[in-house]
């Protein structure tokens, strides 16, 4: 991102941004900053450290691509969006501001000039004089921890983690609020505790956003941590600082505010996509019992909400839903992705069109037909859809007259159900299923947290969890008896996980499927579901299954999920 002029090191694409879009501060994250408040959220690609498991893999990995797209947004372009959507304040997040630092810069004055209040999301490793340059300009800061230990930002490409820690304590001594995430990995729980020890020893009342580890990218099997360990890792870091939130775990009631001295909620959030929260409740900042929260800044009296896959991490979803959709056509060239991509940001797609046509069968199919045609892979095109409308439209004929059972599906909790127009109901429906959770009368993004009575009323026959931000089949039945969600699903067992990126994304939903079919109606469907895989896998992807899925391990005997040999195969690419 920076070249030597032969005077000096300059950026290589200064004042231009990638994207700028209006965002609740939640989405960001940050709990303890003028909650709800609408900030226009800016970005643009690489990074200084690299990261596997990176949420923003694709804004790293793909920096000269994006950056070269033509999508670039001007300085007077993000000043203006932020003015004409009413945001109180612009935020860098996404990718690290250190890797287009004097436009962040430039960018953070003028801001300040006309109003705005300015923030950042970034891992904190600067020099002194960056940090000296920077913390003027900022009234907020996300500082990004990935551990306590050298060896943890060794593995990110990093010396040591002295510098991070210096920039919290800094920034935290001259005035700027700052909130820390903390990545959690599966076995790494001494090097979390260890890590809120030392935020501590700068203050107990510095907000720590564990982020539950999903790997979004290419990353070692079995690092990913259950939801219900998580939240038992929050319990004992609540012995060391004083607010404490769970991340990337739908359902959880640790995104909540409470009240150290009476206990009641005062903030009330619940997941809302990678890395964000949302506002779904009570919110003030003074407790009934007269206790006052440390929050800065007002309550937003209407929290905004963003739509289809804007807002935070969704953005870099979408745009990796796209890059699936090309790897299965062959595309694999960057010029041709970062030509796709910049007219997705560019035309403003990723607002509601992507989302609605991703969230369809057969509107996703003609996408599939569009994307082919752009890229000049209309043969492939073909291809791919006549592999997936055949078995579609089969089992959409088998199922016609059949008896539907009921099927409910959750995301992570079985507490949190996915909205009712979300793709994976549509499986459900393709496959000759009822899919329950239309009858929710509300929606998040991705879903919402219900309450008991709504689940036992779903009353569903086959429980399903989504493959992305998943949870174990023994987490779900022990949660579902011991607080005696009692349905046909729970009293029959008939709870499975989803393979991941099965059922949503990428053109394997047709694996899905065919996975759901036979697991609803069993008399009619016996697909060989690891056949059917390898020959995706070997027309599309050039490699056979069974070199991505060769330690198979059942958490249920009738479980869906492929054991975590394929999570290597889950990169962004294959999704």
């Known amino acids: 991102m920076y070249t030597y002029d032969g005077s000096g090191i300059v950026e290589r694409f200064p004042d231009s941004f990638l994207a700028a879009f209006p965002i609740a501060i939640e989405t960001q994250p940050m709990l303890h900053f003028y909650p709800g408040g609408k900030f226009l959220q800016v970005c643009t690609a690489g990074c200084n450290f690299r990261c596997d498991g990176c949420v923003s893999e694709i804004l790293v990995d793909h920096a000269e691509s994006l950056a070269l797209s033509k999508s670039a947004l001007s300085m007077e372009d993000v000043i203006r969006c932020a003015h004409a959507e009413g945001c109180i304040g612009i935020s860098f997040a996404l990718n690290d501001p250190i890797a287009s630092f004097p436009t962040f810069c430039r960018l953070a004055r003028i801001a300040r000039e006309q109003g705005l209040l300015v923030g950042c999301s970034t891992n904190g490793y600067l020099t002194v004089h960056s940090l000296q340059t920077l913390t003027p300009l900022l009234d907020y800061a996300n500082i990004g921890l990935k551990g306590a230990s050298d060896h943890c930002y060794r593995s990110c490409g990093a010396q040591s983690a002295y510098p991070v820690f210096y920039t919290i304590a800094q920034m935290f001594h001259v005035g700027v609020h700052v909130e820390v995430s903390l990545v959690y990995r599966k076995g790494q729980e001494d090097e979390v505790l260890c890590a809120a020890e030392r935020i501590a020893g700068i203050s107990r009342e510095i907000p720590l956003q564990l982020m539950r580890f999903v790997p979004f990218g290419d990353t070692t099997p079995g690092s990913e941590p259950t939801i219900f360990e998580s939240e038992h890792l929050c319990d004992r870091l609540r012995e060391y600082l004083s607010w404490v939130y769970l991340f990337n775990s739908p359902g959880t009631g640790y995104l909540t505010t409470k009240c150290p001295e009476c206990g009641k909620d005062c903030i009330r959030r619940e997941f809302f996509g990678p890395m964000g929260a949302h506002i779904s409740g009570v919110a003030q900042k003074k407790c009934d019992c ?152 509300r929606e998040g993004k991705p879903g919402v947290t219900i309450q008991r009575e709504e689940f036992v009323a779903l009353n569903a026959d086959f429980l399903f969890t989504s493959g992305f931000l998943t949870s174990t089949v023994e987490d779900t039945l022990r949660y579902c008896k011991e607080h005696s969600l009692d349905v046909p699903a729970v009293r029959k067992s008939q709870v499975y996980t989803m393979h991941p990126s099965w059922d949503f994304g990428s053109p394997r939903w047709i694996l899905g499927l065919m996975t759901i079919a036979n697991t609803i109606h069993p008399g009619l469907f016996d697909f060989s579901i690891d056949e059917e895989a390898d020959q995706f896998y070997r027309k599309f992807y050039g490699v056979p299954y069974h070199s991505v899925a060769t330690n198979r391990s059942f958490a249920h005997a009738g479980s869906l999920q492929a054991g975590t040999g394929d999570r290597k195969m889950d990169s962004p690419v294959m999704r």
Not at 407 to 421: I, Q, S
Request: proline letters at 4%; a positive charge.
């Open 290 to 441: 007269g206790y006052a929260l440390p929050v800065k800044g007002s309550i937003a009296t209407d929290v905004f909400t963003e739509p289809g896959m804007m807002g935070g991490y969704r953005i870099t979803r979408g745009l990796e839903m796209i890059w699936a959709i090309l790897a299965c056509l062959g595309v694999d060239d960057q010029k041709t992705l970062s030509r796709i991509w910049g007219e997705v940001l560019k035309t403003g797609m990723l607002k509601k069109e992507l989302h609605d046509r991703m969230n369809n069968i057969d509107a996703y199919l003609g996408f599939v037909s569009d994307l082919a045609g752009k890229t000049g892979r209309e043969e492939a095109g073909r291809d791919l859809c006549k592999f997936i409308t055949t078995r579609l439209e089969m089992i959409r004929k088998m199922v016609e007259g059949t008896p539907r059972p009921r099927v409910y599906y959750a995301m992570g909790h079985p507490l949190f159900a996915l909205n009712p127009g979300r793709f994976e109901g549509k499986l459900v429906e393709a496959a000759g299923g009822v899919y329950v959770n239309r009858a929710i009368g």
